[in-house]
């Protein structure tokens, strides 16, 4: 069984006043296509997915 670790995502911070959405987007296509080419059977994802417990809708549709 192959499992990929990762951690800490903090989808939907802002640096600087500037939004990240599309480097999130790019992150998540990118991890996308990791899983896919090696195979990997599981994703552990430890620590924050988001970087608030309320996240906004552009942060939650990235990841649902």
Same mark, same amino acid.
């Given at each position: 069984?192959?499992?990929? %670790?990762?951690?800490?995502?903090? =989808?939907? /911070?802002?640096?600087?006043?500037? /939004? /990240? %959405?599309?480097? +999130?987007?790019? +992150?998540?296509?990118? =991890?996308?296509?990791?899983?896919? &080419? %090696? &195979?990997?059977? !599981?994703?552990?994802?430890?620590?924050?997915? +988001?970087?608030?417990?309320?996240?906004?809708?552009? !942060?939650? &549709?990235?990841?649902?």
């Amino acid at each position: 069984m192959k499992i990929l %670790h990762t951690s800490d995502w903090h =989808l939907g /911070r802002t640096l600087c006043g500037r /939004r /990240r %959405h599309e480097e +999130f987007a790019a +992150f998540l296509e990118w =991890l996308a296509g990791i899983i896919e &080419a %090696h &195979a990997i059977d !599981a994703l552990l994802v430890a620590g924050d997915l +988001f970087d608030t417990s309320t996240p906004g809708n552009p !942060a939650q &549709a990235l990841y649902y």
